[in-house]
C-alpha cells in the first residue's frame, strides 16, 4: 500500500457547503474528532509502546470541543456509514496531555505516526494534517491582508473585506524512475545519510505539464535525456502538502552527470541488481521505505520479465 493513499472516507463535497448539515453533523453524539498539537495526531496508547500498531485518537464531539481555544480550526474530513469525522487543531494548548487527554493516549510526530497506524488511518491523518497546516498558514487574505474565515468545513477561506476566496493547497511534485532497458537510474539525494539510494523527483512549474517536468529535472539533476513518459501512481505527501505523481521515464542518453547539488551520486543499477536489492540478498545500498512511492516504482519495474 503507497502511504497516505486509500482514504475511506467520503468527503461529501456536495454537502460540506451546507453549514446547517454541517452544524448537525457535527453536534451528532456519534461523531468522532481527531485532535493535532502542533500538527502532531493523538495517538491511542502509551508512549514507550513504540513499534506496536496504534490507531488515531478519534474523541467524542462534546470532549474534544473543550480543547483548546474556542476559536480553533475546526476541519471536516468526511462521513463513513453514518459517523462523521473531524479534526480540530489544540495547538492552543501549553500541555495537551495535562487535561483530559493523558489517559486516551500521546501526541507523535505525523511521519513516525504513519509508520504504526493501518492504512486507512494513516490517509485519514495525511488530510488532517495537510488542512490544519494550511488554515494555520493561511489566517490572511493574500490580496487585501484582512483576516478571512473558513468556510465549507475547511476546504475554503473567505475574506470579508475582498470577498476573495482562497482554496487549500496541494503543491504537485514529480517522481519518477528513469529506465533504459534492462537497467534503472538511482541517485543518491543530499539530503539521504549512507547508502541511501532513490528515485530522482522535483516540483512542478506553472505552465508546465507533468512530462515536462520529468523530462527537465531528470536533465537538471543527472543529465539524461528523457524521451516517452508513463504516469504509474500518485500518493499524497503532506508534508506540508504535496502530491508525488508517480512516472516511468525512459532515458534517450546514457551518460550521467550529477548536478552535485541536490544530487550527490547517481548510477545505474540492473534489474538482477535491483532484484537482490530488493529480496534483501544484497544490501550494497538501500533503497526507499516500502510505504514510498519511490519503492513502489522501483518493485513495479523490478519485478517486470
Ligand atoms: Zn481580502
Not at 461529501?12 to 457547503?17: D, I, K, L, N
Not at 454541517?22 to 493523538?42: F, G, I, Y
Not at 487535561?99 to 505525523?110: E, P
Not at 508517480?246 to 547539488?261: L, R
Request: hydrophobic content about 40%; glycine content about 8%.
Amino acid at each position: 500500500m503507497i502511504a497516505f493513499s486509500g482514504n475511506p472516507l467520503d468527503r461529501a463535497s456536495e454537502r460540506r457547503g451546507d453549514a446547517a448539515w454541517l452544524t448537525e453533523r457535527r453536534a451528532d453524539s456519534a461523531t468522532r474528532v481527531l485532535p493535532l498539537w502542533k500538527l502532531q495526531p493523538l495517538l491511542l496508547g502509551p508512549e514507550d509502546a513504540s513499534g506496536t500498531t496504534t490507531g488515531l485518537g478519534f474523541l467524542d464531539g462534546d470532549l474534544a470541543a473543550g480543547l483548546g481555544s474556542p476559536q480553533a480550526v475546526e476541519v471536516f474530513l468526511g462521513m463513513d456509514g453514518g459517523i462523521a469525522y473531524f479534526a480540530r487543531d489544540i495547538s492552543s494548548l501549553a500541555d495537551p496531555l495535562a487535561a483530559s487527554l493523558a489517559s486516551h493516549g500521546h501526541f507523535r510526530d505525523a511521519r513516525s505516526a504513519a509508520s504504526l497506524l493501518p492504512a486507512h488511518e494513516i490517509a485519514m491523518l495525511g488530510q488532517a494534517k495537510a488542512l490544519i497546516d494550511w488554515h494555520n498558514r493561511h489566517q490572511f487574505c493574500a490580496q487585501c491582508g484582512n483576516p478571512t474565515d473558513l468556510a465549507d468545513g475547511g476546504y475554503r477561506r473567505i475574506c470579508p473585506a475582498c470577498k476573495a476566496e482562497h482554496f487549500p493547497r496541494t503543491d504537485p511534485a514529480v517522481i519518477m524512475l528513469v529506465t533504459a532497458g534492462d537497467r534503472c537510474l538511482l541517485g543518491r539525494n543530499k539530503r539521504f545519510t549512507g547508502g541511501h539510494y532513490s528515485t530522482l523527483a522535483g516540483f512542478l512549474e506553472p505552465g508546465e505539464t507533468i512530462e515536462e517536468a520529468v523530462r527537465r529535472e531528470v536533465y537538471e539533476e543527472v543529465r539524461v535525456r528523457v524521451g516517452a513518459v508513463a504516469y504509474f501512481a500518485s500518493q499524497p505527501w503532506p508534508f506540508p502538502s504535496n502530491l508525488m505523481i508517480g512516472c516511468f521515464a525512459e532515458a534517450d542518453t546514457d551518460a550521467i552527470q550529477v548536478d552535485g547539488n541536490e544530487i550527490l551520486a547517481a548510477r545505474w543499477f540492473d534489474r538482477e541488481t535491483v532484484r537482490r536489492l530488493l529480496s534483501g540478498e544484497s544490501n550494497e545500498v538501500s533503497l526507499p521505505r516500502r510505504d514510498a512511492i519511490a519503492f513502489h516504482l522501483i518493485r513495479d519495474w523490478a519485478e517486470r520479465r
